[in-house]
């Protein structure tokens, strides 16, 4: 008897063994997680575009198995306040989370600075290197790495003189306390003016000046270009109210700034660069050192227009450019 119950005791352990190793094993190869972790995510301000890239960030870890009692997430918006960058930096790397998430350069910025040791993910950065984020793209040293969307100038430039032929002079509306902005204001001058374009460039310190200036480059310019910007995409309504006062087009760098009134871009899906950023992410959760995983870079885009705006301008978007993008606003919404 007592042998028996020897026997079915060894059975017992040895099934419980097995078991427990390849739940371990299924855990590992379907990329299930195994712990609860933290992760937590510093957004810059709060715009259609930067949501969506939250928003997708989000998704992507829900799809890595990464949601529910698994993982401790905690959101921060600093609403363009550089103090409270610094501050809720420090509140994310003293909770001791396991990967630290920065959406917009200043919030990237503000974590790198603020930590040496936890992993930082930029979050659809654009000039990462002018950043000084990262010197090396290819093979991040420190503990930063993340997704790049680098916006298609060329192709943006392309865009302009196929949908407005007659455009001979663009301004260019741009933050200038934003790094990222001026490197994006140099390619486009250079691509432009290659294509025969006078580019006047409008640089602004904050919001506050956007409507003067707006009031001025009107009756400067045939069009109007808007790069990857925070400050402009945060009082975007604004620029869209007084050009379509002068009944001027607006090309922007954010799919999400066509639906608000621009009339054409190439850019990025914001949602998907979120997706893109959590997956590096869950690699880092992983595992992965960040040396080992390069910046993801992003630097094409698909057209997107919004063919009301089209109408209340009078321009016709031509067919070559209709079989190719992506319709943000239909012309009776």
Known sequence: MKNKRLIWTLIFLTVLTVGSIVYDVIGKETGSPDKVVKVGILQYVTHDALDEVERGIEDGLKEAGYSGDNIDLTVLNAEGDQSKIQTMSKQLVNDGNDVLIGIATPAAQGLASTTDDIPVVMGAISDPVGAKLVSNMKKPEGNVTGTSNQVPIEQTVDLITEITP??????????????????????????????????????????????TTMSVMTGQVDAIWTPQDNTIASAFSTVVSAANEAKIPIYTSVD??????????????????????????????????????????????????????????????????????????????
């Open 166 to 211: 007659n455009v001979k002079t663009v301004g260019v509306l741009y933050a200038s306390s934003e790094d990222n902005s001026a490197s994006q204001v140099a390619s486009f001058k250079k691509y432009a003016e290659k294509a025969g374009l006078t580019v006047l460039e409008y640089a602004v310190p904050s919001t506050n000046e956007i409507t």
């Open 256 to 333: 999400t700034m066509v639906k608000e009134g621009g009339l054409a871009s190439v850019a990025q899906s914001q949602y998907d660069l979120g997706v893109d950023t959590a997956k590096i992410a869950v690699q880092i959760l992983k595992g992965t050192p960040v040396k080992d995983i390069p910046v993801d870079i992003i630097d094409d885009g698909t057209p997107t227009v919004n063919l009301k705006a089209a109408k209340e301008l009078g321009i016709t978007i031509p067919d070559s450019v209709l079989d190719k993008a992506t319709v943000a606003v239909k012309a009776d919404e």
